[in-house]
């Protein structure tokens, strides 16, 4: 779905320059000449890249299509951690690092929640 530049704010993921992004902070500008614009401030998903950009009213981003599925956490093989969807009972494996600080939380048998874009985990 196609937003107005204007319409962005913090927490909607976007599609923008090929790839996620999620607004952290938006400061709508009108400056004396020249037509408003939204200082949004973005952060990559994929890799945690910061990013500055202006969008204007008649600019259009696309807003990603996040979904919530819950998984239950079966074992950790290294530094892989794998997971099993509920409902299909298909497994995934995600790298620790992609988890992050929450791995150390993680118990055999917990149900988690992940962020999905395209059927491909963005988040937990």
């Known amino acids: 779905m196609k937003i107005s530049g204007n319409d962005i704010r913090p ?4 599609e923008y320059d090929g790839t996620l992004w999620v607004a952290v902070k938006t400061n709508k500008v009108k400056p004396g000449k020249g037509p408003a614009y939204n200082q949004v401030e973005l952060k990559n998903l994929i890799d945690g890249r910061k990013l500055n950009n202006r969008f204007g009213s008649d600019e259009k981003v696309e807003r990603a299509r996040i979904e ?23 497994q995934i494996n995600l790298a620790e690092e992609f988890v992050g600080e929450r791995a150390a939380f993680l118990q055999d048998g917990m149900t988690v929640t992940l962020e999905m874009h395209e059927e491909k985990p963005i988040g937990i």
Do not use: A, C, H
Request: glycine share 8%; hydrophobic share 35%.
């Open 68 to 90: 919530t599925k819950d998984f239950q956490f079966l074992y950790k093989d290294g530094d892989v951690l794998v997971f099993m969807d509920s409902e299909s009972y298909e």
């Open 11 to 14: 927490g909607n993921v976007i």
